[in-house]
């Protein structure tokens, strides 16, 4: 046998009879509130008056930062990361490549999905500089000179 229980319509009796309790004592309740918090709880019930701004001049916060034109440079990370970096804000604009360590030699990596990377560069950039995809490094060649090369390649200064 099933039996199906629903709920009724409107409050509960117990809920009714607390409410009704409630409104009979409400004046015994502020009281003894207001006893106990010092007057406190009066006080807080009272409206407040909203502050007026006379003669303050009113900042809001948050306003977009101005849009500069973009300043990038090439740059060889600590970790070996080669990167277009904006030289007014610091945030980097493209991964270009690494420079990783094969058998003993540093050699550029050009960010290829050729060479496993998952963002890869734009087609043009590839092509402008895939005659030095598998440059290695020396104590002639340095990290300073393949960022002057790369950006020399782009058009960057």
């Known amino acids: 046998m099933v039996e199906i229980i629903s709920k009724r319509d409107g409050p509960r009796r117990e809920d009714v009879q607390v409410k009704q309790l409630i409104e009979q004592n409400r004046s015994t309740i502020v009281r003894l509130a207001d006893q106990i918090s010092g007057g ?16 303050l001049i009113i900042h809001v916060g948050g306003s977009a930062a ?24 610091g945030r980097q604009l493209h991964h270009i490549g690494d420079v990783r360590n094969r058998n003993g030699e540093q050699i550029f990596v050009l960010a290829t999905k050729q060479n496993g990377f998952f963002s890869p560069v ?3 950039i590839a ?15 340095t990290e300073e000179q ?8 782009l058009g960057i200064d």
Not at 130 to 141: I, N, P, Q
């Open 127 to 141: 092509g402008a500089l895939a005659e030095l995809d598998g440059s290695r490094l020396t104590a002639t060649y």
């Open 66 to 89: 101005t849009a500069t034109e973009a300043s990038p440079s090439i740059r060889v990370t600590v970790n070996g990361r080669v990167i277009s970096k904006d030289q007014n804000t």
């Open 40 to 55: 406190g709880y009066s006080a807080s019930r009272q409206p407040r008056q909203q502050p007026k701004a006379e003669g």
């Open 146 to 153: 393949l960022a002057t090369d790369i950006g020399a390649k």
């Open 122 to 124: 734009d087609e043009v």
